[in-house]
């Protein structure tokens, strides 16, 4: 009997639509692959479902909220079903950004200079010196992220929506200028190195998601030593979160150094995206993985206590 696996997909969060594209192509991958699925799309009642339908593994491809923060895995540990990517603390440890750079900065990796901030004091004035980043502080692809320019008089005016969705507390860290670099962990070991060319002004949700959005560029265009580095501090980073299965780290690097020293870890995404133009996939592909392979390695490495 084959082995019946649940891909939970969906969800409530801002980037539901991503995680509907992911579970949909996760899922025919599997079903090639001899499995037997069932495609979740997540609601509240998701508990009662998982419990009814009794998979032997859970293919966890939710984004955001209730799947990428410790919420989700923390049911499938309840109900006993082994599940992928990272368990209950590194998942909600990642998913909160200012804490995860607190345990990465303590680990020796370079984050940006920042702080929490209300959103009231955010949308009353600079919270420092333009140019610098807000973003809200357990959100991921991007949502709700703002550059605040050198031209700016004021903080982006849609701070003050009465219907503002991501939350009371923003961190607020120095823009970094330069590249936009990326690597993923997979069998515990870093992959190679995409340096990330955004079509709009940086690589926000729709240069993520939306083809030609973005240019990937594989291998990136660094100096040998800066690219080493990128894959020593992605291992780092996953290892200091507690991370497992498949994670992402985001990079941005100051190339006027001349040096590994312009490099700063962003964030460590532990459900990356799995779309046709998602990250990791490409960078699995490059080393010789099929997206066949990469859905059928993070099922079978499903497994509870992560």
């Known amino acids: ?4 696996v649940a891909v939970l997909m969906g ?15 996760c899922s025919a ?6 499995y037997a699925v069932t495609r979740v799309d997540v609601g509240r009642d998701v508990a009662e479902v998982l419990a009814r339908l009794k998979p032997d593994a859970a293919l966890n491809v939710l984004h955001g909220r209730p799947g990428e923060d410790g919420t989700i895995q923390g049911i499938l540990e309840i109900l006993r079903i082994p599940y992928s990517h990272s ?3 590194s998942s909600a440890l990642a998913m909160d950004k200012a804490q995860a750079k607190v345990v990465m900065a303590a680990a020796g990796i370079a984050v940006p200079d920042g702080f929490v901030v209300s ?5 009353r004035g600079h919270v420092m010196a333009p140019p610098y980043v807000l973003k809200p502080v357990a959100e991921g692809s991007s949502v709700g992220v703002f550059i605040v320019r050198e031209d700016q008089d004021h903080p982006p005016q849609e701070l003050h929506r009465t219907d503002w969705p991501h939350g009371e507390t923003l961190l607020a860290e120095r823009f970094i200028p330069g590249l936009e670099l990326t690597c993923a962990m997979m069998r515990g070991e870093p992959l190679d190195v995409i340096e990330i060319e955004a079509t709009h002004a940086f690589y926000d949700y729709e240069s993520k998601y939306a083809p030609g959005g973005s240019r990937h560029i594989l291998p990136a265009r660094i100096l040998p030593e800066v690219y080493q580095q990128v894959r020593i501090l992605t291992a780092l980073a996953h290892k200091a979160l507690g ?21 700063v870890c962003l964030e460590v995404n532990t459900q990356p995206g799995m779309t046709e133009t998602s990250l990791v996939p490409e960078l699995a592909a490059h080393a010789g993985v099929s997206f066949g392979e990469l859905v059928t390695w993070m099922v079978e490495d499903a497994s509870l206590d992560r």
Do not use: N
Not at 1 to 4: A, C, F
Not at 13 to 24: K, P, Y
Not at 243 to 263: E, K, M, N, P, Q
């Open 1 to 4: 009997m084959p082995k019946h």
């Open 11 to 25: 969800g409530w969060s801002a980037e539901r639509e991503v995680s509907l594209r992911s579970g949909a192509a």
């Open 29 to 34: 991958a599997l079903e090639a692959a001899g």
């Open 87 to 89: 368990g209950v603390l």
């Open 119 to 123: 959103r009231a004091e955010a949308a």
């Open 243 to 263: 991370c497992r299965g498949v994670s992402r780290a985001d990079f941005r690097y100051d190339a006027r150094t001349g040096d590994a020293s312009g490099l």
